[in-house]
């Protein structure tokens, strides 16, 4: 199984990205495929994905934030609109068990 996130880059605080978490080896529409954050100190839980399409995302991020899936690219989707200073993390994307290299995002005016 291989995860391979990008997207990730530097966006001013109010900007939008998209990034995309490409899935090998299982297929994103059997499995759950998760997003987490990590700033220094701390990974935490953003958004996920299951087998039916049900989606949860965190409380902290709902409503500006949303996930998604690609069944045809088997791709994971996390759009993330108002970006602030603190949603500056490194962001990875996740799957039994698996994790993706991680994409950097930096929210600075």
């Known amino acids: 199984v291989q995860l391979q996130a990008s997207g990730g880059g530097l966006v001013q605080p109010g900007g939008s990205l998209r990034l995309s978490c490409k899935v090998s080896?299982?297929?994103?529409?059997?499995?759950?495929v998760n997003w987490y954050r990590q700033a220094p100190g701390k990974r935490d839980f953003v958004a996920g994905i299951?087998?039916?399409?049900?989606?949860l995302v965190a409380d902290s991020v709902k409503g500006p934030f949303s996930i998604s899936s690609e069944d045809g690219e088997n791709t994971v989707y996390l759009q993330m609109n108002g970006l602030k200073p603190e949603d500056t993390a490194v962001y990875y994307c996740?799957?039994?068990?698996?994790w993706g290299q991680g994409t950097l995002v930096t929210v600075s005016s």
């Open positions: 080896g299982i297929t994103v529409s059997n499995n759950a």
């Open positions: 299951g087998s039916r399409g049900s989606t």
């Open positions: 996740n799957a039994v068990g698996h």
